[in-house]
């Protein structure tokens, strides 16, 4: 059976609700300073959005490990191979409804959970903006806004989190012209800034990767895709035409299956990379 049959037959065995966020590390004593804001994003506002974060949720906590460890030996592997700089990760879906910002908003998270390690959250879906919204930052300046305006400063926009280590950057204000934003040098400069950054993961949470071209856009720029799958209801062919547009154009891809119901002995089977 191939990988992408193992993947999409998963649906056979039931869809699990969203799960909750990880618990996550509270801020430090030496949190960075506000960069003007009156205070800090508070990711708990995402509840809203069925994102909630319960402390005691251990199962997901196991989950998310398991998922960013491979993750995270490719980044660093790439950076420290000298081959790029590894750090930019784009986590896009097939579909609408796959659940790629949970991934993304619950994966910076943990990453950011890690020992020497900063996460910069980007809401690089700039139609639908739900992370964006979630947070309650719809209406700040952001990705956008950055593109578009050389004035701006990429540090001026990064929003701190009331989690240490993880800043978020809002998908900024609605343009005919996101695509050619994304696709434009303004956001090689972008990306190539906060690659040269040491210890460095940056999310950027994407529209899907079928439905429109901004998505294609920023897999040409980014070291490595996440694919998010739903169990149940990602068919083998919107999977065979993702991936053969991604790799097509060179991307380094793995795969995730969402919304599936496994233990913990089996969740590691969940994560595929191509």
Do not use: M, T, Y
């Given at each position: 059976m191939s990988i992408i049959e193992k993947a999409v037959g998963k649906a056979g065995r039931g869809a699990r609700p969203a799960a909750q966020p990880p618990a996550v590390r509270p801020p430090g004593p030496?949190?960075?300073p506000q960069a003007g804001r009156e205070h800090a994003v508070e990711l708990a506002q995402a509840s809203d959005y069925d994102m909630r974060q319960f402390a005691g949720a251990e199962q997901l906590q196991r989950e998310f490990r398991f998922l960013k460890r491979p993750l995270l030996a490719r980044v660093f592997g790439l950076s420290r191979s000298g081959a790029k700089p590894g750090g930019l990760v784009m986590i896009t879906s097939c579909m609408p409804q796959a659940g790629k910002t949970?991934?993304?908003?619950?994966?910076?998270?943990s990453i950011a959970a890690e020992q020497m390690t900063s996460v910069v959250l980007i809401d690089a879906d700039p139609i639908r903006r739900r992370l964006s919204e979630a947070l309650g930052e719809q209406e700040r300046p952001g990705l956008t806004d950055l593109l578009a305006d050389d004035s701006l400063s990429l540090d001026e926009l990064l929003a701190d989190t009331d989690l240490d280590s993880l800043q978020f950057l809002?998908?900024?204000?609605?343009r005919a012209d996101a695509t050619e934003l994304l696709a434009g040098r303004r956001m090689d400069d972008v990306l190539a800034d906060l690659s040269r950054r040491p210890d460095l993961v940056v999310l950027l949470d994407s529209p899907p990767v079928l439905l429109t071209s901004e998505a294609r856009a920023l897999a040409e720029k980014i070291d490595h895709v996440v694919l998010v799958l739903a169990a149940g209801e990602t068919g083998a062919a919107e999977l065979n035409e993702a991936l053969q547009m991604l790799t097509g154009i060179g991307a380094s891809v793995s795969v995730v299956l969402n919304k599936a119901r496994v233990d913990s002995r089996r969740y590691r089977q969940e994560y595929y990379e191509y």
């Open positions: 030496e949190s960075r949970f991934i993304s908003f619950n994966l910076a998270q809002p998908a900024g204000s609605r």
